[in-house]
C-alpha cells in the first residue's frame, strides 16, 4: 500500500518568504496526488491536485506543487507567503483507482507578520 | 449551500462504551469517506461508500468498528467497547463522484472523541 512522508512538522517563515513543503509517496504504480489545507478552526480544504498532464499544478492562493514522477515527490511551493497562509498542510496520495487515500502527517505552517 | 456536517462535535465516553457518530454529506454527493486523525498523526481511512455498492472497510482498525450508510446519504460510524486508542478526530468526507480527475472530497468538521 502507498505511504506518504512530509519531511517538515513545522515551519516558521516571516511574511513575503518562499515557502516548499516536502512531500514524498512510496508507491509504484499510477497515482493521484493531492495537498490538502486546514485553516484554524475551518476544515479540511482542497488547495490541489495532481491527475495527470503538466506536472506543475496550480491551485489556489497562489500556491503550485510539482510533480517528479522519477524522485516520487510532490512539493508544494508558494513564493511568496502571508500572515494568512497560517495553517496546517497535508499531502496525500492514491493509487489510481483505489478508494483508499494515504495522508502524510501534516506540516504546521506559522508565518510571522 | 450546506457543507457536510458531522455530529456530536465533541465526544466524551467511557471505556467500555458504544459511540455512534454521525454524518450527513452534501446533498447528491455519492462517495462518502470516514478518517480518523489521531493526535500528531495525518488522516487514516477507514471506510469508503459508493453509491450503492458494497462499502471498502479495508481500513477499519478492528471489528469493534462498524460504519452504515443509510439510504445512500447519511452514514454512522460505531465503535463498540471504546478503548482508550480510540480516543482521536473521526472525520467525514463526501464527494460528488469517485476517482477521476474531478474528484473533491469535501471535509466536515470532525468529532472529537475522548475515551477515558
Known amino acids: ?113 | 449551500g450546506a457543507g457536510v456536517s458531522q455530529s456530536p462535535s465533541n465526544k466524551v465516553t467511557e471505556k467500555g462504551k458504544d459511540v455512534e457518530l454521525r454524518c450527513d454529506p452534501i446533498s447528491g454527493h455519492t462517495a462518502l469517506y470516514w478518517y480518523r486523525q489521531s493526535l500528531g498523526q495525518g488522516l487514516e481511512f477507514l471506510i469508503y461508500f459508493q453509491g450503492n455498492s458494497a462499502p471498502d472497510k479495508s481500513g477499519l482498525p478492528s471489528d469493534r468498528f462498524s460504519a452504515e450508510r443509510t439510504g445512500g446519504s447519511v452514514s454512522t460510524l460505531t465503535i463498540q467497547r471504546t478503548q482508550q486508542e480510540d480516543s482521536a478526530v473521526y472525520l467525514c468526507a463526501s464527494s460528488l463522484t469517485s476517482g477521476g480527475a474531478h474528484e473533491t472530497q469535501y471535509f466536515g468538521p470532525g468529532t472529537r472523541l475522548l475515551v477515558l
Not at chain 1, 12 to 37: D, K, M, P, Q, R
Not at chain 1, 48 to 59: M, N, R
Not at chain 1, 81 to 100: G, I, L, P
Request: proline residues 4%; aromatic residues 16%; charged residues 15%.
Open chain 1, 1 to 113: 500500500a502507498q505511504s506518504v512522508s512530509q519531511h517538515n512538522h513545522h515551519v516558521i517563515l516571516s511574511e513575503a518568504a518562499s515557502l516548499e513543503l516536502g512531500c514524498n509517496y512510496s508507491y509504484g504504480g499510477t497515482v493521484n496526488l493531492f495537498w490538502y489545507v486546514q485553516y484554524p478552526g475551518q476544515h479540511l480544504q482542497l488547495l490541489l491536485k495532481y491527475f495527470s498532464g503538466d506536472p506543475l499544478v496550480k491551485g489556489i492562493k497562489g500556491f503550485e506543487a510539482e510533480f517528479i514522477k522519477s524522485k516520487f515527490s510532490f512539493n508544494l511551493r508558494k513564493p511568496s507567503v502571508q500572515w494568512s497562509d497560517t495553517a496546517e498542510y497535508f499531502c496525500a496520495v492514491r493509487a489510481y483507482n483505489n478508494n483508499d487515500m494515504r495522508f502524510g502527517a501534516g506540516t504546521r505552517l506559522t508565518v510571522k507578520p
